[in-house]
């Protein structure tokens, strides 16, 4: 009797000691499901968004860059003696 005792109470012990496994794991679940959200929306949202403002920035640049060589050009040309542009 005694032993069945120990034995019913090792059971018990090893049941909750599961249930804790169990109850850290789904925690654990649920964070890696969050992370893998975090990731999806960095992939799929934030870099397609930003490569966008990158590139619309460097097309910016180029065009005044464009700008400002016909503004220099035109400036030699009809101006030759103000020397506006280096």
């Known amino acids: 009797m005694l032993r069945s005792k120990e034995v019913y109470a090792k059971a018990v012990e090893t049941l909750v000691e599961l249930a804790s496994l169990q109850t850290a794991f789904m925690i654990l679940d649920e964070v890696i499901r969050a992370t ?16 966008n403002t990158i590139k619309y920035i460097i097309s910016e640049l180029d065009e005044m860059d464009r700008e400002e060589f016909f503004r220099c050009v035109w400036s030699l040309f009809f101006f030759p003696t103000a020397h506006g542009c280096a």
Do not use: S, T
């Open 36 to 51: 893998n959200r975090r990731v999806n929306a960095i992939e799929h949202v934030i870099i397609p968004r930003l490569d």
